[in-house]
């Protein structure tokens, strides 16, 4: 009996000690699913979309620091962004696993950066648990070599005048000046992140280093080409208005293509909804999550691994932190009136967008910066004919797309907002060269790989 009580012991030692020496496991689902799990967080909390991108592109950036030491392949980010350096050295005969600091220093930082830390400080702790469980050694001297990197990182993003823009000036609305940008219905907000053309850029050596070309200059002539530029908004708008409804008549369940488009790339995380006397708003993805969810389908389709996951991620969230900056530039300096403002003072006053206007000046369009550099840099890592199907609006309520490529889904992202209502064309095909010259100039300038 005793014998049999001894092996018994012996056999639970052999097991727990087997269950204590096996390796901790973090795959490119891990990644996703952190980086999804923050971007609920930040759907829920309403960031504008310029704050988003900085909410991306810090913690990112964190796990790709670590990912990048003592590494053959990836090249450290320390020298190539403004301010980076310092990075904590590992040693490689730590025992630390670069995968699991990775996601704990991404986790850290991003707990900084959103609104509701305790939600995401519970995700957090699940998962340590989880590998504290799985192997307690391993997952502590990672979580020290990550939370060492993270707090590097939080002193360098603790330095790019986010903090100080907090206490600027709103910005001045002058409704007596024509032709510069006034709030819009429903609600009338203030202009969103005037100063944000003064954050510290990561690649650019100034925020106007990629300015586009002036907007075209404001008049109400109707032989003006501003005037001409509306007048296209208003009479595509109406058009698509006339399919509606003879669709809502022949009670057909299919939608118009460009109301579609429109919506699908909508990303207004300000639109509201008002019923009697109450206002509330409408969450939805902002572009940054739009683009951030486009990277996740391709990692997945093209299954790769945890590294190039990170890699991807950090890439495309640069380019689009760097997009918001050069885009904001120009919006709060060009101060250009939206088509709504224009068309209901000057051609028909009853006249309202498909899509909500979002709460900042006209010129560029956002989104289609962004979406032009983010394809630039996608296409740089998965190739020119990548076709994928985008299911990102999905939990909004909307069906997937198809797209050959990401410079297809770019192209669609930014005339989105013509069948939208929200911009001039003008805005718009300046906004794509602009996007575009960025992302070339980060797929020049910074150096991911070793030679």
Known sequence: MKSKIYLLGITVLLFVSCKKDKAIVITTNDYCSVVDTVTGIMVHDIFSPPVASRIYVYPNIAAYEIMAQNST????????????DSIPELDPKSGVNKNLASLIAHLEVSKQLI??????????????EKWEDENAEEFLVSKDYGLKVADRIK????????????TFSKFSVHADQPGRWQPTPPAYMDGVEPHWGEIRTLVMDSASQFKPKAPYPFSTDKNSTFYKEAKE???????????????EKSKSNKVPEESAIASFWDCNPYATVTQGHMMFAKKKNTPDAHWINIAKIALKKSNADFKTAVFTHTKTSIGIFESFISCWDGKFSTNVVRPETYINQNIDENWRPQLQTPPFPEYTSGHSVVSACSSVLLTSIFGDNFSYVDDSEIPFGLPKRSFKSFKQAAAEASISRLYGGIHYRAAIENGVVQGTNLGIYINGRIKFFKK
């Open 155 to 166: 002193k360098w993003m603790g330095k790019d005048n986010y903090k100080q823009t907090r």
């Open 73 to 84: 392949k990836f090249q450290s980010l320390q020298g190539q962004l403004k301010g980076l």
């Open 233 to 247: 908004t208003y009479d595509v708008g109406n058009m698509i208005s006339k399919k509606l409804i003879e669709v």
């Open 115 to 128: 609104f509701s830390e305790e939600a995401l400080g519970k995700y957090r702790d699940s998962l340590y």
